[in-house]
């Protein structure tokens, strides 16, 4: 079982749509979680942190449930400039130091 | 502000060949991180330096993977030598981490892509 888990997408939706990512991890020890988006042949990029607490910035919504050690992203109002992976990520620390570990990311298409 | 600065952008070169990747670390960052990403494996982590220090490097395949950084605006990875398989896209990405815990985000330079024939 990988580390971390996503949705396998693609996520095909008309513009406007609501779509959610789900994302779980299994080491308890993850202590902090992202989201990047990586657009088709380009580098990855920070998209938004995840607290506990769930945080939002503009149509992105990112919740952590720390008990069930899952993960979500929600996209309000989708544009057709959303589609792109989102890659759920969780920062392990170990007596090493830490590291991201990555899933295999879900395939957004958003069309007209 | 200049990001992560990757060169190559592109290689493709025959087996059997040294290949060297370059990474420019974002100023003021002191822990550098590479990465190689392949449909089949996606995002794997190699190895990871904090200032400078060679701190996990777990994740590097084998003996023919080998990477330095030999000051804090600079970094390699070497593959010698080169097999089909090693062909990925290879990313760099950096970050500043008060301790060597690697617990903030990082930011990718563009990636090289290799091919190995």
């Known amino acids: 079982r990988k580390e971390v888990e996503q949705d396998p997408g693609p996520f095909n939706v008309p513009e406007g749509a609501t779509v959610a990512f789900n994302c779980t991890y299994s080491n308890s020890a993850s202590q902090s979680f992202f989201w990047y988006r990586q657009d088709c042949r380009k580098e990855p990029k920070l998209l938004m942190s995840?607290?506990?607490s769930g945080n939002e910035d503009g149509r992105f919504t990112a919740q952590l449930n720390r008990a069930s050690q899952y993960i979500s992203l929600l996209i309000r109002d989708s544009k057709l400039s959303d589609s792109a992976t989102y890659l759920c990520?969780?920062?392990?620390?170990?007596?090493?130091?830490?590291?991201?570990?990555f899933g295999q990311g879900t395939e957004l298409s958003v069309k007209p | 502000d200049a990001g992560v600065i990757q060169s190559p952008r592109h290689e493709v070169t025959e087996m059997g060949q040294e290949v060297t990747l370059r990474c420019k670390p974002i100023?003021?960052?002191?822990?550098l991180f590479w990465y190689r990403q392949t449909m089949m494996r996606g995002l794997e982590l190699l190895i990871y330096?904090?200032?400078?220090?060679?701190?996990?490097d777990s994740g590097m395949p084998e003996d023919r993977f080998s990477a330095k950084m030999p000051n804090a605006s600079f970094s390699t990875l070497k593959i010698q030598p080169s097999e089909p398989r090693d062909s990925a896209v290879y990313f760099c990405?950096?970050?500043?981490?008060?301790?060597?815990?690697?617990?903030?985000?990082?930011?990718f330079g563009d990636g090289t892509r290799l091919s190995i024939l």
């Open positions: 990520v969780v920062i392990r620390i170990y007596n090493q130091g830490g590291k991201l570990i």
């Open positions: 990405a950096s970050s500043y981490t008060p301790g060597p815990g690697g617990n903030q985000p990082q930011h």
């Open positions: 330096f904090n200032n400078n220090v060679p701190i996990d």
């Open positions: 995840v607290y506990s």
């Open positions: 100023s003021g960052h002191n822990s």
